[in-house]
């Protein structure tokens, strides 16, 4: 088997006086969509953002493309080639859509000098992007604010993407469009950790899945099987597909 | 790569919600000149007020905008930024003293050339200055306000006196140049030379700064930057660094403001800066933290104020400035422009 994209080996992490993560083990394979499942609180966001260098891991190994990236700046990790969607979306709302896309192409100056084919395809997957290119990103609507993080993500090709539950308070069509865009964007063989509290947008996208609880990881294996076994979504996630579906 | 349009894309509303743009605060400015006119009584001396009033805010502005975005950028409140216009100033008498000969010349050129030297090596000082108050003041104490606070105004005070062992501790006179000097008739009403110079002097800084933030990537990520700073830094950029540029860019706008209000006193004292320190603090309160229109509005409406205050009602003028800051924050409790901060 080859060596996973990135890799996490007992990774603890303290916020203040709190400890929050007690040893996560994870592992994101190229070319897959990983999906991070847990309850409230159980350690995923904090997983994102230890990676991302936002929070220091006080303990264990954060390997990415087999480069330990557990002590590096925030900068430097985003540089290595990681694109980081946040819970929050991280839209800049004062800049216009257009402005939060020339930020996020970090080689271009203006918008002339952004790869136009890949700003077309882009726009191809959200055409709302387009159609308020020059607006303040302020005044999206959620659902568009999400697309807009997104789309900041992939301006230009990253080797992998952390998503923070990019379904969070959408409306159903609106999920349902989402999972076909990154369904587009599995087929161009983008890496993916995604974190997710919404099972069913999960299991529509997820190769693997691995379950977080109390800030360990305490399952990981295929999408496939988990979503076959109402017993052990009962016992890891408190729920069963059934239900809701 | 692959056409999405092979797929269904993301469809989203067609129209976004009508939001006019925020021009109110805009008005303020032209709205308290034309209230003071009636109070003021006699329009020439309301002209010369005017323009008292709009020098002495762009100089304000001049200073104070590096200041805010010092603060919007790190949420560093810097106590110590009147040490840099103190230092402006004195470097300025140095200067000029060095060229009396181009400064008491009746040619406009020897002046302006002596003036421009003047400024420039007040805001390179300034500036170098900056770079190690950065290191040695700011950097230790990031993400600590109270530390912050106490550390500036203690490197705010041996500022002052390091300015006293080197200029010694009386006050120095900084005369303005013999083709600066005098006054323009406009009708009844006579408006200084300089006050005019400052005026020009303070738009070009303004149209400066707006162009870079607007139209450069650097301003691109300042402004997203005082927005929401770990999304800069997760988008790859180093945030410090953008920080110690503002700051030393700050710091050399504060010296070009110190030479600007050494000239406009036409003396400069050790306490400048201390002194100066609690309007610039009004100033981007008033304006929003981290926002350079707002300081700029807030800036012309502290002198306007103070201008007209101090003719009508001395005594009021004491706390004019306060009492403005109070009607504003009731308003907006914000500043006069929000920055929607995350």
């Known amino acids: 088997m080859s060596e996973p994209l990135l890799k996490l080996e007992g990774v603890h992490t303290h916020i203040g006086a ?4 007690h040893g996560v083990d994870l592992q994101v394979a190229q070319g897959e ?6 309850r409230n609180g159980a350690g995923k966001t904090t997983t994102l953002r230890t990676i991302m260098g936002l929070w220091q891991a006080s303990q264990g190994t954060i390997h990415f493309e087999g480069t330990d990236i557990a002590a590096k700046p925030t900068p430097e990790i985003a540089q290595s080639g990681i694109a980081y969607v946040p819970e929050n979306m991280g839209i800049f709302s004062d800049l216009t859509v257009a402005e939060n896309f020339i ?18 395809w882009v726009f191809g997957l959200f055409p709302a992007m387009k159609r308020f290119w020059q607006h303040p990103a302020g005044l999206l609507s959620g659902g568009q604010k999400q697309m807009l993080a997104v789309a900041r993500a992939i301006v230009e090709p990253r080797k992998l993407l952390l998503i923070d539950e990019p379904s969070k308070g959408l409306a159903p069509a609106i999920i349902q469009n989402m999972i076909v865009a990154f369904r587009e964007l599995k087929r161009t063989d983008t890496t993916i950790l995604l974190v ?11 190769d693997q899945v691995a379950v977080m609880d109390g800030g360990r990881v305490v399952h990981a294996g295929t999408m496939a099987d988990l979503a076959g076994d109402e017993a052990l979504q009962q016992s890891l996630l408190g729920l069963s597909l059934a239900a809701h579906q | 790569m692959t056409t999405p349009s092979e797929t269904a894309a993301v469809q989203a509303p067609e129209a976004l919600p009508v939001v006019h743009p925020d021009r109110l605060p805009l008005l303020l400015v032209p709205a308290l000149a034309l209230l003071a006119l009636p109070f003021v009584g006699s329009f020439s001396t309301w002209v010369t007020l005017t323009f008292a009033g709009l020098a002495m805010g762009m100089i304000i502005f001049i200073i104070a905008s590096g200041l805010t975005l010092v603060f919007g950028l790190m949420d560093v409140l810097n106590f110590g930024h009147g040490v840099f216009i103190t230092l402006g100033a004195f470097m ?9 000969a181009w400064t008491v010349s009746g040619s ?11 400024m420039l090596v007040a805001m390179t000082v300034a500036g170098g200055v900056g770079v190690a108050y950065e290191r040695l003041i700011i950097r230790p104490v990031y993400g600590q306000p109270l530390k912050q606070i106490l550390i500036t105004m203690g490197g705010m005070i041996v500022g002052e006196e390091l300015i006293k062992v080197i200029w010694g501790p009386q006050a120095r006179p900084l005369l303005l140049p013999t083709a600066f000097q005098g006054s323009i008739l406009m009708g009844d ?9 400052a005026v020009i002097l303070g738009l070009l800084v303004f149209a400066a700064m707006t162009w870079v933030l607007s139209r450069t990537k650097a301003g691109l990520l300042i402004r997203a930057g005082v927005q929401d700073r770990e999304m800069v830094e997760s988008l790859g950029y180093r945030i410090r660094r953008l920080f110690i540029g503002v700051f030393i860019v700050g710091s050399a706008l504060a010296g070009l403001g110190g030479v600007m209000w050494g ?10 800066g201390s002194q100066v320190n609690v309007l610039l603090f009004i100033v981007i309160i008033i304006g929003g933290m981290g926002s350079v229109t707002g300081c700029f509005i807030g800036a012309l409406l502290v002198g306007l104020l103070g201008n007209y205050t101090g003719f009508l009602a001395p005594k009021v003028a004491l706390f004019s400035n306060i009492l403005l800051m109070v009607i504003v924050l009731l308003w907006r409790p914000e500043g006069l422009f929000s920055l929607g901060k995350k």
């Open chain 1, 103 to 120: 930020l996020a192409a970090r080689g271009s100056r203006r918008i002339e000098d952004m790869d136009a084919e890949r700003l077309e």
């Open chain 2, 108 to 118: 406009l050129l020897l002046n302006l050339v002596a003036v421009l030297a003047a």
């Open chain 2, 263 to 272: 000239l406009y006193q036409q003396s400069v004292i050790p306490q400048l």
């Open chain 2, 189 to 197: 009403a006579a408006v200084e030379k300089y006050r005019i110079i």
């Open chain 1, 196 to 206: 997710e509290q919404n099972f069913n947008f999960a299991r529509q996208l997820g």
């Open chain 1, 33 to 38: 969509l990983t999906v991070l499942l847990g």
């Open chain 1, 18 to 21: 709190y400890h929050i993560l």
């Open chain 2, 92 to 100: 300025a008498t140095s200067v000029l003293g060095l060229m009396t």
